[in-house]
Structure formats: structure tokens, C-alpha cells
């Protein structure tokens, strides 16, 4: 009778595989480290091995799949930081997606959580990604102004379904919001009408729907992923 062989964890031709994959991860992380502000090499490899743990959770068809989808994405930053508004998630996988292939690469992934999770109240408003971070997640269109129509959108969607259809009051808050932020008096508002007005009050960096995570999520997803993975 032959004996099937069966290869256990402990073979040399799996000892090898391991220490090619974590010398590969390696030069990754030091190659990404140099890119952000806010990690340790060791904690970017925490992030990479994150990342790899998300996308193999993704199971998707096409192996070769260059990172996280958008719905994938979205579901992560759920699940991760109770991030909930639809809409403002789509734009922050937007922000997060700088080449705009509909993918978040695991670079794209690491640059976007030092400013996520780390970045400096100035940096949140002009971050790392060399344009702002919470106005890019406001400027709907891209265009460097957030408009009385993005705004209309923004505060529509965040309103409980009996009041969205209240045009009177939703015109009298965006008249509100516009005496309060917008300095120039252009009838929309700037980066610099934004930044000036989250400056005089820092509750204005999410005027217009959660973005960013709250301390109790940030400290858990740190604990478990950054320290608790060092540890290891």
C-alpha cells in the first residue's frame, strides 16, 4: 500500500515560501513607510497584513484583483469604524482611490489611514493626499467649491426621511451654513472658507456627514491591529 504524502507546516519547502512572502512584505512596508507620515515600518506591516486579511475575506472571482472594491471598501470602514452614511462612504473611497481604478491598492490603503486615523487636525483639512481631505470628501463634483447644490445634497441626505422633502427649511439651513462659512460672500464655498471656518470651530470639519472615525473605533482598530500584531 503507498502512502500518500502528506506536507506539513514544518517542511523546508514551506519554511522557504514563508520567508521569501515576509522579506516581500518587508521591502513593501519599507518602501510605503517612506511614502506616510504617522507608521513605523512595523506598523505598515501590521496595515499590509490587514489589508491581505480584508482582501482574501473579499473572495472574489478574478484572483488577480488589485485591491479593495468600493462596496468591499465601504463594508470595511462599516464594520471597522461605524461609519454609516452611504453617500459620504462613496466619497471617501473616492479619497482613498487616488488612481481612480475603482480599486484600493494596499498603498493607497496605508496613505489613506495616516490621515484617517493619525493626521493632525490641519492635516484632515489639508492632508497628505496633497488636497484636502474632509473638503475633498465634500467637493462632490471635483470642482474646488462646495456648492449650495452639494450642500443641498449633504445635509438632505443626513435628515430624517419626514424632513427631506421640506424645501423651505432646507434652503433657510443652507442659508445658514453659507452666512457662517462662506467669508468671500461668493455664494459657495472655497477650501479657504472652509479652513477658515473649521480654524473658529473645530466641529465644522464634519459639517456635512461623519468622515472620520471617533476615538472609541480609532482605539480599537489600533489595539487590535497595530499593537496587538506587534506583540506577536
Same mark, same amino acid.
Given at each position: 500500500?503507498?502512502?500518500?504524502?502528506?506536507?506539513?507546516?514544518?517542511?523546508?519547502?514551506?519554511?522557504?515560501?514563508?520567508?521569501?512572502?515576509?522579506?516581500?512584505?518587508?521591502?513593501?512596508?519599507?518602501?510605503?513607510?517612506?511614502?506616510?507620515?504617522?507608521?513605523?515600518?512595523?506598523?505598515?506591516?501590521?496595515?499590509?497584513?490587514?489589508?491581505?486579511?480584508?482582501?482574501?475575506?473579499?473572495?472574489?472571482?478574478?484572483?488577480?484583483?488589485?485591491?479593495?472594491?468600493?462596496?468591499?471598501?465601504?463594508?470595511?470602514?462599516?464594520?471597522?469604524?461605524?461609519?454609516?452614511?452611504?453617500?459620504?462612504?462613496?466619497?471617501?473611497?473616492?479619497?482613498?482611490?487616488?488612481?481612480?481604478?475603482?480599486?484600493? =491598492?494596499?498603498?493607497?490603503?496605508?496613505?489613506?489611514? =495616516?490621515?484617517?486615523?493619525?493626521?493632525?487636525?490641519?492635516?484632515?483639512?489639508?492632508?497628505?493626499? =496633497?488636497?484636502?481631505?474632509?473638503?475633498?470628501?465634500?467637493?462632490?463634483?471635483?470642482?474646488?467649491?462646495?456648492?449650495?447644490?452639494?450642500?443641498?445634497?449633504?445635509?438632505?441626505?443626513?435628515?430624517?426621511?419626514?424632513?427631506?422633502?421640506?424645501?423651505?427649511?432646507?434652503?433657510?439651513?443652507?442659508?445658514?451654513?453659507?452666512?457662517?462659512?462662506?467669508?468671500?460672500?461668493?455664494?459657495?464655498?472655497?477650501?479657504?472658507?472652509?479652513?477658515?471656518?473649521?480654524?473658529?470651530?473645530?466641529?465644522?470639519?464634519?459639517?456635512?456627514?461623519?468622515?472620520?472615525?471617533?476615538?472609541?473605533?480609532?482605539?480599537?482598530?489600533?489595539?487590535?491591529?497595530?499593537?496587538?500584531?506587534?506583540?506577536?
Amino acid at each position: 500500500m503507498v502512502k500518500q504524502f502528506k506536507p506539513n507546516s514544518s517542511s523546508p519547502f514551506q519554511a522557504r515560501m514563508s520567508s521569501t512572502n515576509k522579506k516581500v512584505m518587508q521591502a513593501l512596508a519599507e518602501t510605503i513607510s517612506q511614502k506616510v507620515e504617522h507608521f513605523s515600518k512595523k506598523e505598515v506591516e501590521c496595515l499590509i497584513r490587514k489589508f491581505n486579511t480584508l482582501l482574501e475575506a473579499e473572495k472574489h472571482p478574478d484572483s488577480s484583483v488589485p485591491g479593495l472594491d468600493r462596496n468591499r471598501f465601504k463594508d470595511v470602514l462599516h464594520n471597522l469604524f461605524e461609519l454609516t452614511d452611504d453617500f459620504i462612504l462613496d466619497r471617501v473611497f473616492k479619497v482613498f482611490d487616488k488612481d481612480n481604478d475603482s480599486f484600493v =491598492s494596499v498603498e493607497e490603503w496605508i496613505q489613506g489611514l =495616516s490621515v484617517f486615523l493619525r493626521g493632525t487636525p490641519d492635516e484632515q483639512i489639508k492632508c497628505k493626499f =496633497s488636497t484636502p481631505y474632509c473638503f475633498q470628501v465634500y467637493d462632490l463634483t471635483g470642482s474646488g467649491f462646495i456648492t449650495k447644490d452639494e450642500i443641498y445634497l449633504m445635509l438632505k441626505d443626513s435628515l430624517p426621511m419626514e424632513q427631506q422633502d421640506e424645501e423651505d427649511e432646507m434652503n433657510e439651513l443652507i442659508e445658514i451654513v453659507l452666512k457662517m462659512m462662506d467669508y468671500d460672500k461668493d455664494g459657495r464655498l472655497s477650501f479657504e472658507d472652509f479652513e477658515k471656518s473649521v480654524k473658529k470651530e473645530d466641529l465644522i470639519l464634519e459639517a456635512f456627514g461623519k468622515c472620520l472615525p471617533n476615538f472609541r473605533t480609532k482605539k480599537k482598530f489600533e489595539e487590535q491591529v497595530l499593537e496587538k500584531q506587534q506583540d506577536e
